[in-house]
Each structure stands twice: as C-alpha cells, then as structure tokens.
C-alpha cells in the first residue's frame, strides 16, 4: 500500500518506546535481524481499502473506473463482499451487478476512488472460503494466459523471421 511502509516505521518506534525495559532487547535484536525484500507489487492506496472496507460493512454497492489486464478500461457497478489480501496484492470479491456474476477484482488496477450507491441485499457467497475462491480465480486465470500462450504458434504471437538474405 501507498504510504504503509512510513506509517509501518512510526508504528513500530513508538512501539518500542512503550515496551518494558526487559522486552527492549529482544525487540531490537528482531529489528536488526529483518530485512524487507521490496516487492514489485503495485501499491493500493489505504483510502480506497478504507472506502471498500466501508462499503462491504454497511452492504452499500460501489462504482469506480477499473483496468482490466489487457488495458481496457470501464466503468464498474458492484456490491462488495470481502477484501482478500495474498501478501503481494489486495482482491475484492464481488457481486457485478451489470454482468450478473461474482467478480475478483485487483484492488491496484481500480482507477478511481470508489463511490457508494444504494444499499444491497447479501446473496450467497460463491465459496465458503473466499480466500480460496481468489486463489482459485487468479490460478485459474494464470494458467489460461499460459496455456494460450504457449499453443499460439510463433507467427500468431508477433515473432517474425527474418527474410533470407540474397
């Protein structure tokens, strides 16, 4: 997330702060001994988890611009049921409203602050586990790019050989 890994610094210095004297020296050795590996996941701004966080609390629809893999942009109508973080990047699960179907949404690739509609009626969850449901919907689509890709012959995929010198 934009931002969390100042807020993560403050955090933990006033943290330590606080701590009983005898507690300190552990917890400076954990900080000497950790090193964050960055990561080349997008960030998500935490106003927009905010937002989202909200809506799903007080079962109010949402409408925001979102980028699909491809680069295609529009306009989304959804009512939101769950926030699921993998570690490396947020998902929303969700119901949308204009394509009558559950929805896993890259919360990066939401392109604009979310804004709240009309209150919605909960309908069944498509899984019981929605983590698994997300690690399912985003296997299930990694394994549909790679497959497509490796079975579009070379020519297909924009690799052109080179004309035979003469």
Known sequence: MAGIGEASVRA????E???????????AMLKAAVTTLPSNAASVDPQQLTV????????R??????VKADGDAGRRLVEPYRLVDTG???????????REDWRTFRADRIATLPAERKKYVPRPLPAEDLAD????????RLTVT??????TPHRRRGRRRRPAAR
């Open 12 to 15: 933990l210095a006033k943290l």
């Open 17 to 27: 702060q606080v701590l009983p004297s005898r507690l300190r020296p552990k917890f």
């Open 52 to 59: 989202v966080s909200a809506a799903i609390a007080d079962k």
């Open 61 to 66: 629809q949402l409408s925001f611009d979102y």
């Open 88 to 98: 490396r990047r947020w998902y929303l699960v969700a119901w949308d409203v204009d």
């Open 133 to 140: 449901y997300v690690q399912r919907s985003v296997t299930a």
């Open 146 to 151: 790679t497959s497509s890709c490796a079975s």
